[in-house]
């Protein structure tokens, strides 16, 4: 009496096999979109950066050059609700600076909102194809407070710059001390 033996897959084992597999196709589609998205997004991070560091530039060279004094780098309300500084509460859109060169004052929206110039066909910046986009979905926020225990003489100052990218929200936070003493 010999017994034969069935070589090859039953359907069951075909059919876990399958599963592993779209399991894995589907998780491989997953990572690549969001590795898509994030790459999306890797010009406006850049823009991101360099709109908060200008905004702490701006505030520093400010009290440097002495356009403004200790009295006026606060916020117009701040945290006490009177502070009476010059920098506006809130986020704002990124709007060019106004008169006075600061970023996040009253006098910023007669100056436009800002643009990033990208280049065009051709790859080329500064050519006659360049287009000039404006950042609509960006805001920026300034804050600054005293440091509580320092009798007024140290202040943060808080940048926040966020962009929409699709259905979310990114945000780039940039923080940094300031002392009254130059």
Do not use: H
């Not at 894995?24 to 790459?39: I, P, S």
């Not at 009295?71 to 709007?95: C, H």
């Not at 996040?104 to 909102?113: E, Q, R, Y």
């Not at 990208?118 to 300034?142: M, S």
Request: proline share 3%; hydrophobic share 40%.
């Amino acid at each position: 009496m010999s017994v034969a033996s069935s070589k090859g897959f039953s359907l069951v084992e075909t059919m876990v096999a399958l599963g592993v597999l779209v399991t894995g196709v589907l998780g491989a589609a997953a990572v690549l979109a969001a590795g898509m998205q994030n790459l999306s997004s890797s010009p406006a991070d850049v823009v991101t950066t360099q709109k908060a560091a200008e905004a702490m530039e701006a505030v520093f060279s400010a009290r440097q050059s002495g356009k403004l004094t200790w009295s006026q780098l606060k916020n117009v309300n701040g945290s006490s609700g009177t502070d009476n500084g010059i920098f506006l509460d809130g986020p704002r859109p990124l709007y060019l600076p106004g008169a006075d060169g600061l970023v996040n004052t009253a006098d910023d929206a007669v100056a436009g909102l800002e643009t990033v110039q990208l280049p065009g066909k051709d790859q080329g910046l500064n050519t006659a194809d360049d287009q000039y986009v404006p950042l609509t979905t960006f805001t920026r926020e300034i804050q600054i407070r005293d440091v509580a225990g320092e009798n007024g003489q140290l202040r943060s100052i808080i940048v926040t710059v966020k962009y929409k990218n699709g259905t979310t929200t990114r945000t780039y936070t940039l923080t940094t001390y300031m002392s009254s003493y130059s």
